[in-house]
């Protein structure tokens, strides 16, 4: 099998610096938009497995990328929590029942990850199938803290006005909600990772529009509580688990001292400067601008040098984007973005 990506997250010496893309089974793809109409919906494509394989698979058709991660939605957990979920593009994620109030949120039923999300862990052993070895398979999730935002919410926000009113004038509802979701989160990368997932990962997109204080104790705590259920887990000690707070770059040494195998970057913070401070003790993911994308190629390739000569020539990188890809990036400048990467890092 081809364990490039692995064997960078352990970090471990490769013959060049492995490279996936958040989002990278996404709207850019014509392939993706025809299966997504097929479908007929976003959720119905989610929740059919086969389907869900086939855009989990469509990007490695065309690029040689290093690993594959699972086509779903970080809003599957409060999904299946009963909110009555809707996935409109153009509109965003809604829920028809958000959590306003502290009996909302004593009443919030656990879930039983297995028969109510199974159809993602059905996605995931048809996929390991169909890869066949050829490259690993990421599960992932949503951060208590991020999935708590859209279901306090009720979609997305900026100014996030009813959670971080609870934050604020309740914590401990809060902290009994974030409680409650970090269970399903840890039931739930369980059970990808007996499914087949290979290596899991906890997008934190919500984390970064925190104070200091609040995101430690609202969400770095409960990432940190699922690392240590899953390497405290004979049978799930061995996944690599990568932490990715949105903004996170002023906590990089409280993230990585988590417990975390790596940590994914965004683009405000440099590659040598967060190696400086963290040195090697966690694999580092990331981190160009996905914006860089829209320019031409020559511009891709220069941008996708500049982070790989910053990091130099150590182990443990992942290259990434900074956050998920744009619906109208060219396919084409992801092809150049793929080539460069490999071809640079192993001159470097």
Aim: proline share 5%; with cysteine.
């Amino acid at each position: 099998m081809q364990d490039r990506f692995l064997k960078a997250l352990r970090r471990e010496p490769v013959d060049c610096t492995p490279v996936w893309i958040m989002r990278q089974a996404g709207r850019y793809l014509p392939e993706y938009r025809a299966t997504r109409q097929k479908a007929g919906d976003f959720l119905t494509l989610c929740k059919t497995p086969e389907l869900a394989c086939e855009v989990t698979l469509q990007p490695l058709r065309r690029f040689d990328l290093d690993a594959a991660i699972i086509f779903s939605d970080i809003l599957t957990i409060p999904d299946a929590m009963g909110l009555g979920l809707t996935l409109n593009e153009g509109i965003g994620p809604r829920f028809d029942t958000p959590l306003r109030t502290k009996k909302d949120i004593v009443n919030l039923p656990e879930i039983d990850v297995d028969s109510q999300l199974g159809y993602v862990m059905d996605a995931i052993r048809i996929t390991r199938k169909e890869l066949d070895g050829k490259v690993p398979l990421i599960g992932f999730t949503g951060s208590p803290w991020t999935l708590a935002t859209y279901m306090v919410e009720g979609g997305g926000s900026k100014e996030f006005q009813f959670v971080k009113g609870l934050v604020h004038n309740d914590p401990e509802t809060a902290h009994r909600l974030l409680v409650k979701i970090t269970k399903a989160v840890i039931d739930y990368l369980k059970a990808q990772i007996f499914a087949g997932a290979q290596a899991v990962m906890v997008f934190d997109t919500w984390g970064g529009t925190l104070s200091t204080p609040a995101y430690m104790d609202f969400s770095l705590k409960y990432m940190t509580d699922i690392v240590s259920a899953l390497k405290s887990d004979p049978d799930t000690r061995a996944t690599p688990v990568t932490l990715f707070t949105k903004g996170g770059a002023g906590w990089l040494e409280q993230i990585a001292d988590s417990g975390c195998d790596a940590v994914g970057l965004d683009w405000t913070i440099t590659m040598d400067s967060a190696r400086n401070r963290i040195g090697n003790r966690v694999a580092l993911q990331g981190n160009m601008d996905p914006t860089v994308l829209y320019a031409s190629a020559s511009r891709v390739q220069a941008e996708a040098t500049r982070i790989i000569e910053e990091f130099g020539n150590h182990d443990g990188h992942i290259f990434n984007l900074g956050h998920g890809i744009h619906p109208g990036i060219d396919p084409e400048n992801v092809q150049a973005l793929v080539e460069t990467v490999h071809s640079v890092s192993r001159r470097t």
